[in-house]
Structures are given as C-alpha cells and as structure tokens.
C-alpha cells in the first residue's frame, strides 16, 4: 500500500481532527549553530512519540517543511517524552513556558537512536535561550 503523504493524498489538510500534546522534560541543554547542517526534512509531516523516547530537537529560521533540506540550524536540547501522542508540522512548541517555534519536520539522520524535530523559529541555541534541565516542554 503507498504512502498517502508520498501520494498528496492530504494535500496542505491533514487528517488529525483533535489530539493530545506531546509532554517532556529537557534532559540534555545543546548549544551550537551551523550554516550548511544539511538536514533532510523526511515528506510525512507527523510522527508519533511515545513516552520514555528521548529525542533532539533543532531550531531553523529557514522557511521550509516536509520534503525539503534545512542548512541554517541551532541545536537546542534533547527532551524525555513523558506524555506520548502525534505531533505534526506547524503545531507550537513550548520550552519553559516560552513559545521556542513550531515544528518544520523531522530528520532521521540518527534513527533508530532519536528522531531529529526540526523547529521554524530563530536560530538560537538552547543555552542561548537560558533553557535548563528538566524544562518542561509542551508540543501542540
């Protein structure tokens, strides 16, 4: 059976009526910012994270989504998931209380270790951006 993300199926709507948030803590605080990182966003625009997962999250402040590869990035935190659920571009992000971007797509460079979640934003480090551990952090 094909993809129907692969097949446009879903065109710009997506399928998800009403969802939970995914909740998590910062476990890990990164720091640093490349210019030619080369991420490749994978076409599906949802994922979903179930608790106890740990995966890494990185800000872009390029305009890009599903499909498409991301160079300008700054690491911000791996995070714990402690409520799983589906997440899916576009839904808001939360570190801290503080609205950090909304999600452009995932890369899967390092599965099935973790999932890279990408984040539209400004490109700002997590120690930039004051983050610490155990920051509770919110998606959707």
Do not use: C, W
Not at 5 to 16: C, I, K, L, Q, T
Not at 57 to 70: A, F, Y
Request: net charge neutral; proline share 6%.
């Amino acid at each position: 059976m094909a993809d129907p993300y692969a097949r446009n199926m879903f065109g710009p709507n997506n399928p998800y009526f009403a969802k939970r948030p995914v909740k998590g803590k910062v476990v890990v605080v990164l720091d640093g910012a490349y210019d030619d990182r080369g991420l490749a966003l994978i076409k599906p625009p949802s994922r979903a994270l179930i608790a106890g997962e740990i995966h890494e999250l990185i800000v872009t402040d390029e305009h890009k989504g599903p499909g498409e590869t991301v160079n300008r990035i700054a690491y911000l935190a791996f995070i714990e998931i402690t409520q799983g659920s589906v997440i899916v571009s576009g839904d808001p992000v939360v570190i801290g209380g503080k609205q950090v971007g909304k999600i452009a797509g995932y890369d899967e460079t390092h599965m099935p270790n973790h999932l890279n979640i990408v984040l539209a934003g400004d490109k700002v480090s997590g120690k930039d951006q004051g983050f610490r551990l155990k920051d509770d952090i919110i998606i959707g």
